[in-house]
């Protein structure tokens, strides 16, 4: 069993950063795929990046790559994406998530979310 609490959206102009902190509870954390999904209001949630169990693979969505940054630690128990260049069509919910095994794109393949945190894009 994971839980998962995730921190750092907020409003930030077009071109600007944040970080998106992701905490994990439970000892089969360093064992899961995690991921970052997103969903704007209207629209389906959408995979935007994951990182193998160990941190040595990572994943991007076309949209976000060369922008966003995913890591982890597995001693902290914590999964970050740094998003930089940030444009109003990133505006969403962004969702942590994760996996036994290996990564998905699929969001109906993660058993454990967190509750999300918005992240809001101006033009």
């Known amino acids: 069993q994971v839980q998962l609490v995730e921190s750092g959206g907020g409003l930030v102009q077009a071109g600007g950063s944040l970080r998106l902190s992701c905490a994990a509870s439970?000892?089969?954390?360093?064992?899961?795929?995690m991921g970052w999904f997103r969903q704007a209001p209207g629209k389906e949630r959408e995979f935007v990046a994951a990182?193998?169990?160990?941190?040595?693979?990572?994943y991007y969505t076309d949209s976000v790559k060369g922008r966003f940054t995913i890591s982890r630690d597995n001693v902290k128990n914590t999964v970050n994406l740094q998003m930089n260049s940030l444009k109003p069509e990133d505006t969403a919910t962004y969702y942590c998530?994760?996996?036994?095994?290996?990564?998905?794109?699929?969001?109906?393949?993660?058993?454990?979310w967190g509750q999300g945190t918005q992240v809001t894009v101006s033009s």
């Open positions: 998530c994760g996996k036994p095994g290996y990564y998905s794109r699929t969001y109906s393949e993660y058993p454990y």
């Open positions: 439970g000892r089969a954390f360093s064992s899961h795929a």
């Open positions: 990182i193998s169990w160990s941190g040595s693979a990572t």
